[in-house]
């Protein structure tokens, strides 16, 4: 029986994803308008902190002054001045994670649920799969833009450096939003990964997964392998791609596709790239590959360097190679 279930499931997934996800209007139903509406409000905050993050400067000069003038004074006053709102906006972006986590968690309840294929979930429930898209698209491109900026960690370093001597000298911050320092403990982990958001999502989906033991996993991967098929087979179909309006949903697809591979390999057991894996792994990297390399190259390196199991020895010189 387990055998048959394993060959319906590939059955599924071999025919799945030859259908036109509308990623640009896809609006929802009556029974999803409820949840839509929440996921909604925080895909709005999401577009908010991408444009903070993309217009973060950093307070580099600021700094490079205080450390080059220690005694005086109004040098160290201004360079805290500078770097205090700036750590507000860090831990407004960190504390936005448990609202993304959240909204991932609902979505994922929805299309994962028995009794529908994920090809009829994705197909059927298209306004949901686009916002789980949008998180997917949010998540990635915070990570392109933090791992560009190394401004972020220059000025939390030193926002913990001048605290930790505020506090040896018994001096008050007067900032009224300091961060306390087990907050400042997780918000330096959460930075310092190359790929946080990724891995905020990665670890939000293999927890969805042990949590919701009654969900057999093969619902939630093949979901995500449905949905790389999907973005897939619309990129490499004429018929489809002619019917986005805009050349960015080109990209807002790419990144959908990258973001489900390297969730399917973080919570599949044997893998994305494995040759029994439901994801044609050869073809993503192909349809990567055609793209202009100025607009793909961060989407390489997050499979190169944030899947889990490209180096296994079980992935295939052929995809190692592609990926080189």
Request: net charge negative; charged share 20%; with cysteine.
């Amino acid at each position: 029986m387990g055998n048959l279930i394993k060959v319906l499931t590939r059955d599924i997934d071999n025919n799945a994803g030859n259908f036109f996800l509308d990623f640009e209007n896809a609006q929802p139903s009556e029974s999803e308008t409820a949840m839509w509406e929440e996921v909604n409000q925080v895909l709005m905050e999401a577009q908010v902190i991408l444009e903070d993050l993309q217009t973060y400067r950093g307070a580099g000069e600021e700094i490079r002054q205080a450390i080059q003038n220690p005694n005086v004074e109004c040098v160290q006053e201004k360079a805290w001045s500078a770097v205090v709102p700036l750590v507000a906006k860090l831990k407004t972006f960190y504390e936005f994670t448990q609202k993304l986590e959240s909204s991932l968690q609902c979505l994922l309840k929805v299309l994962t649920s028995s009794g529908s294929t994920p090809t009829q979930h994705l197909e059927s429930k298209q306004a949901l799969a686009r916002q789980f898209a949008h998180i997917l698209h949010f998540t990635l491109r915070f990570d392109e833009l933090k791992m560009t900026n190394p401004a972020i960690q220059n000025d939390f370093s030193y926002y913990r450096r001048t605290i930790s001597r505020m506090r040896i000298n018994n001096l008050s911050s007067d900032s009224g939003n300091e961060v306390n320092n087990e907050l400042a403990n997780r918000m330096s982990l959460f930075y310092a990964t190359a790929t946080p958001m990724l891995k905020t999502l990665s670890d939000a989906t293999s927890k969805f997964v042990s949590d919701n033991t009654q969900v057999p996993i093969e619902n939630t991967t093949d979901c995500l392998s449905t949905m790389a098929c999907v973005c897939k087979v619309m990129l490499e179909t004429p018929e489809y791609r002619s019917r986005f309006t805009s050349e960015e949903t080109v990209l807002f697809c790419l990144r959908v596709m990258v973001g489900v591979i390297i969730l399917y390999d973080h919570v599949h057991p044997a893998g994305a790239f494995v040759k029994t894996s439901n994801i044609d792994m050869k073809g993503c990297i192909r349809v990567l590959k055609e793209q202009p390399p100025s607009s793909v190259e961060g989407l390489l390196n997050a499979l190169r360097y944030t899947t889990k199991h490209l180096n296994d020895e079980t992935t295939s010189k052929q995809i190692k190679m592609l990926l080189q």
